[in-house]
């Protein structure tokens, strides 16, 4: 607590000598360790006036320190107040979006890159915010996963998915299947596989008609039994593919410990593609290491017929992008497919 501040540029010194002197070594029993500080700052009267107000703005001051890569400070401000109340409201309401049915599923072909067939479909979650109108999963999904609200929300998913898969192959009468994203925290928090083979049989669904798609980070993660999980979506048909390949971790030995079948090269791969580029270097080598391991491999995010072309010729075995279809509702879906 800095009292009768008349400068408030004296905050500036003190948190600066504040994380400066934290960041020299301290001598713990002749060994050298290091700390660092992280600093929240928030100012009375300006920003509120009562001490519980004051602390918790200090608080979210600090984790926009943290975030911002530690050992420093940040003020607290008005639109980070704002930010912190929209995701307890958004929070409060994912709580009742289920059962008012908020939620749709979105379905974005994906094509053989060799013939232009969709072989298969992702589904894509919406959430239909009756106030706010379309709310994106890059804002609800994290809120979902800190809750613990995504175990149901995933299970939904699924359901809703095969469901789905159902109709269409009805309809087209050959196979498509439907990827479905799970969130690292269906793996830990539950093991409701069982339940979802039990649904499959009940809607006459092979397991083959749906992939799973996981995360690098999981199969990082010792303990869950997440090997003995995947097995187990294996022995129902399923199949197993890697996402946002490439951007998560350096260690490739989980590709050879995980039964897997796909590999989803990241976007950010894709949006640079172009003849000679270093993008170009990194997916040829990725579809070369994979079709030795015996995966196949999806490029995200194609949007140009060039990026197409240059997947294709590196060998490249599906394709996903705004080239061939933005994700869309499964009525619209369908009318590609015929
Ligand atoms: P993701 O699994 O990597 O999904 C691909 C995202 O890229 C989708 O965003 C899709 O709309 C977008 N996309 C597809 N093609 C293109 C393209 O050509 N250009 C660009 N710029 N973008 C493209 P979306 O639908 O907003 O989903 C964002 C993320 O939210 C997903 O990333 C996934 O991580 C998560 N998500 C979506 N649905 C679910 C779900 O049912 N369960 C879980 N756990 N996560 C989900
Ligand atoms: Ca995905
Ligand atoms: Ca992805």
């Not at 609200?149 to 299970?155: Q, R």
């Not at 390949?245 to 791969?269: N, P």
């Not at 003849?275 to 070369?288: G, M, P, R």
């Not at 140009?304 to 879906?333: I, V």
Request: glycine share 6%; proline share 3%.
């Amino acid at each position: 607590i800095l009292s009768e501040l008349d400068d408030l540029a004296n905050i500036e010194r003190v948190a600066s000598a504040i994380t400066e002197v934290l960041r020299l070594p301290f001598n713990l029993a002749n060994e050298l360790a290091y700390v660092s500080a992280s600093l929240g700052i928030t100012i009375y009267p300006d920003d509120t006036t009562d001490t519980d107000s004051l602390i918790r703005n200090a608080d979210q001051a600090m984790y926009l320190a943290k975030d911002s890569g530690r050992n420093r400070f940040s003020y607290f401000t008005k639109s980070m107040q704002e930010k912190a109340l929209y995701r307890q409201h958004l929070l409060n309401d994912l709580h009742f979006a289920l059962e008012e049915q908020q939620f749709e599923l979105y379905y974005q072909p994906i094509v053989d890159l060799s013939t232009g067939e969709i072989i298969k479909a992702e589904a894509l979650i919406r959430w239909h915010h009756p106030v706010r109108g379309l709310v994106s999963p890059v804002e609800f999904i994290p809120l979902a996963e800190e809750s613990g609200i995504i175990v149901e929300i995933g299970n939904w998913v699924f359901k809703e998915a095969a469901r789905q898969a159902v109709l269409y192959q009805q309809k087209i009468a050959r196979p498509l299947q439907i990827s479905i994203n799970k969130s690292p925290i269906q793996f830990h928090m539950a093991s409701d596989h069982i339940d979802w083979s039990e649904y499959l049989e009940e809607i006459n669904l092979s397991g083959e008609s749906i992939v799973i798609e996981i995360t690098e980070g999981l199969l990082m993660n010792k303990g869950s039994h997440i090997d003995q999980q995947l097995v187990a979506f294996h022995k129902l048909g399923m199949q197993i593919a890697v996402d946002d390949f490439g951007t998560g971790y350096s260690s490739l030995s989980y590709l050879s410990k995980f039964d897997i079948d796909y590999l989803k090269i990241d976007q950010s791969f894709v949006q640079n593609l172009t003849a000679s580029s270093d993008e170009l270097s990194l997916c040829e080598a990725i579809i070369v290491m994979a079709h030795k391991l015996g995966l196949k491999v999806i490029a995200e995010g194609i949007e140009t017929e060039q990026q197409k072309q240059l997947l294709n010729n590196a060998g490249c075995d599906f394709g996903q992008g705004y080239l061939f279809a933005k994700p869309l509702p499964a009525k619209e879906f369908e009318k590609l497919l015929i």
